[in-house]
């Protein structure tokens, strides 16, 4: 391929947050070869996904037409599975839609949101019946302008993206404790620390690239312990290993931090310079009324009381102790508790603001970070200034030339609330950008029903996902390598992705969608951008985007749309023009209003379901190495999909035998809300009362079993943890 080449384009990998570097090889027009590229994430090095999933973007099934939902043409969830193999029949979704000019499509998508908007107009707020979804798959440039035209248009903050489904409880301790949400330290730290402490993450499957500077520590020498209910390959790597009982972070955790206070192992310095509510905090931990010793914790956590002091000392004693950690603790009901015990053990034992120490939620998506500073959420503007604030929502009206006092204070509805609200009429109308609530929301059937439910849905994307399926309208837009933007990393590492081909047939670039929608909806929009994505150059539409989007944003003062032209990777903050970035944070204070960091003391709660006799296993959901998210791009991957075709459930192989099942038979696995069918796999690394499902397969959805109960700190839902039966099919 190398040889036949015509050019080669650097870009980012669109996949997880670790943000790799790559470069397309491209002849005749498409991407033949992916290499790695030296980036400050990745050094050249790349995972199966980035190296193996770019042919999504040529695929067949590219939408290259606007559709318009026909007359006769009911919306029907029943057809995401109607097809071959428990799959949609591509051409049945297909028929439900005829072609339209883009102009005829803008306007009918426009004009659906703007009659609900207009029937309504007494509405304010997060009771304005219309919200929207971006996506954190997309460009700064896109998030930030979908969240302006959904506030500006309608006059709400009826806006949200995956992160409610992702670090949402993270973001939300972290904020509380430390007045930041993101990352203290790049991951590539780890090369500085002498113990990694790995929680609820499977970075060898979700971050590979991560795992692997992980095991290049581990070979120097840090000491890994990998906290997990489930035996993952970083097993093989780890010091110590605490497979503990799913739920029972909290358990454990607390059991750590009481090891370490006990036994005089906080940092008192530190603790006196630079946090607050010390006291209160250890009086709950210490005198409270509950016993959170190890022997108290070990029979809910299932960890022997040694192995947690021994873990618990080691954290706390070591040169630089780093922790990292995944959905396994953010997907929770309690998820917003999990966190606040990690930043606990972080601030009494001193464990951050040093090189190889500090706190890293690793971000799945590849712009997750990105869109939520660029205010792609329903409780901040751009680089996370409350709605509630005055003055923040004061700055961004003289931005967007709204009237003085025309942005709501009350913030908006989040993702898991708006699908609620399709169901009983409070949300009619929705604008859906690159996201796939149908298969990504908790409880997908009762999704797809809300989905199915409103007046009017326009949905922006590359493929007829299950969500554009039931779309009254559908914009087909611009995959990844097809535009010119900025995306942040996990690292806070912002970073350009380039365009290298061109859109299929009438695709057109998001951020153009976007334009053309604001200005049917009578908004005076006058960026120009162009409709083939084309344009980087200072000065340009979307550099203009970027320059606006900087004004409102702090935290990326000193990096302008040319400086990043010319180097390609800053990480913010970067507040002045010879601001070289800044990987390590908090060094000195905590960017609260003392400077200093919060410890809040968390409780003890179980998860919001429990296994019993009719659904006696737990189900844990998540990623897999080949497949990303709900699979609509590496499902389409030749190689990906090659490697993993089946949709399948891992249980430990006794588990399956009690069953008198064999592993590749096919089983039931039912909830209190669904059931779904697929092969069976055995992994002895599972406990046994456990199962795993990746939620990338359509045609056996894992999240039509899982549970929607809510964190109510930060509106997660507990994707990660509900009971269910396995059976013979
Ligand atoms: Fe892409 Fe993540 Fe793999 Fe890097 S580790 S190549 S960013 S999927």
Redesign the pocket.
């Known amino acids: 391929y190398a040889q036949v080449a015509e050019a080669r384009v650097d870009s980012?990998?669109?996949?997880?947050?670790?943000?790799?570097q790559?470069s397309y090889q491209i002849s005749n027009g498409r991407i033949v070869q992916v290499d790695?590229a030296p980036g400050p994430?990745?050094e050249g090095?790349?995972?199966?996904?980035?190296?193996f999933?770019f042919d999504y973007a040529h695929s067949p099934e590219r939408l290259t037409v606007p559709l318009i939902r026909r007359a006769d043409a009911p919306k029907d969830p029943a057809l995401l599975t109607r097809g071959p193999g428990g799959r949609a029949d591509a051409a049945a979704l297909r028929a439900q839609f005829r072609a339209a000019s883009w102009d005829e499509a803008l306007d009918f998508a426009a004009a659906g949101l703007q009659r609900v908007r207009d029937a309504n107009p007494h509405l304010r707020g997060r009771e304005v019946p219309i919200a929207g979804f971006g996506s954190a798959k997309g460009t700064n440039e896109e998030a930030y302008l979908f969240q302006k035209l959904i506030r500006s248009a309608f006059l709400t903050h009826n806006v949200d993206h995956c992160t409610r489904l992702c670090h949402a409880s993270s973001v939300a301790a972290l904020f509380e404790s430390l007045g930041s949400g993101a990352v203290s330290n790049p991951l590539r730290d780890v090369e500085q620390a002498e113990l990694i402490f790995v929680i609820g993450a499977n970075p060898a499957q979700?971050?590979?690239?991560?795992?692997s500077w992980i095991k290049n520590a581990v070979e120097r020498g840090a000491r890994l312990v990998l906290a997990d209910p489930r035996r993952t390959e970083l097993a093989r790597q780890s010091w110590r290993l605490l497979q503990f009982q799913p739920g029972s972070d909290v358990a454990l955790l607390k059991a750590m931090l009481q090891v370490i206070v006990a036994e005089g192992l906080t940092n008192p310095d530190f603790i006196a310079a630079r946090t607050q509510d010390y006291e209160a905090w250890r009086a709950e931990l210490i005198d409270g009324p509950v016993d959170y010793s190890p022997e108290a914790m070990a029979p809910i956590c299932g960890i022997a009381p040694d192995a947690i002091r021994e873990v618990a000392r080691a954290y706390a004693t070591s040169r630089a102790s780093m922790i990292l950690w995944g959905m396994g603790v953010a997907q929770h009901s309690h998820g917003t508790d999990n966190a606040r015990c990690l930043i606990a053990l972080a601030l009494i034992t001193g464990q951050i603001g040093r090189p190889g120490t500090g706190l890293h939620p690793l971000r799945g998506q590849?712009n997750v970070q990105g869109a939520s500073d660029a205010g792609l959420i329903p409780m901040f503007l751009p680089d996370y200034h409350r709605v509630t604030d005055p003055l923040h929502r004061a700055a961004a009206e003289a931005a967007w030339g709204l009237p003085a006092g025309s942005l709501p204070e009350q913030p908006g509805w989040t993702v898991v609330e708006i699908i609620d609200a399709t169901l009983d009429g409070r949300i009619q109308a929705m604008l859906i950008q690159g996201e796939n609530p149908a298969m990504s929301d908790p409880d997908s059937a009762h999704a797809r029903a809300g989905l199915a439910n409103l007046q009017h849905l326009v949905v922006q994307d590359i493929f007829l996902t299950e969500t554009a399926a039931l779309a009254d309208v559908i914009l087909p837009a611009s995959a990844w390598p097809e535009k010119t933007g900025s995306v942040t990393?996990t690292d806070r590492t912002v970073q350009l992705g380039r365009k290298a081909v061109a859109c299929p047939g009438q695709a057109r670039a998001d951020a153009w969608i976007t334009e053309q929608l604001a200005r049917r909806l009578g908004l005076d929009w006058d960026y120009e951008i162009a409709p083939d994505g084309s344009g980087a150059e200072p000065g340009s539409a979307i550099g203009r985007v970027f320059e606006e989007m900087r004004s409102l944003m702090p935290s990326i003062a000193g990096l302008s749309w040319a400086r990043l032209l010319a180097q390609g990777a800053v990480t913010h903050p970067v507040l002045t023009a010879d601001d070289p970035g800044q990987p390590i944070v908090f060094v000195d204070r905590f960017p609260t209003p003392s400077g200093k960091a919060r410890l809040v003391p968390v409780g003890l709660l179980p998860p919001a379901e429990q296994p019993d006799a009719d659904y006696p296993l737990v189900l844990i959901t998540g990623r897999q190495l080949e497949h990303?998210h709900t699979g609509a791009m590496t499902r389409r991957s030749q190689v990906l999909d090659a490697l993993e075709p089946l949709a399948s459930v891992s249980l430990h192989p006794e588990a399956i035998a009690r069953l008198g099942l064999q592993p590749g038979g096919l089983a039931r696995v039912c909830s209190r809300r669904g059931a779904v069918e697929l092969a069976l796999r055995a992994d002895a690394g599972l406990p046994l009362g456990s199962c795993f499902i990746p939620f990338a397969y359509v045609e056996a959805a894992a999240n039509l079993l899982t549970n929607p109960a809510l964190d109510p700190w930060a509106k997660i839902a507990e994707v990660k943890y509900c009971a269910v039966r396995v059976e013979p099919v």
């Open positions: 980012v990998c669109p996949f997880c947050g670790v943000g790799c790559l790695g994430a990745n090095r790349l995972c199966v996904k980035g190296r999933g979700n971050h590979p690239v991560g795992a590849n990393n990303w």
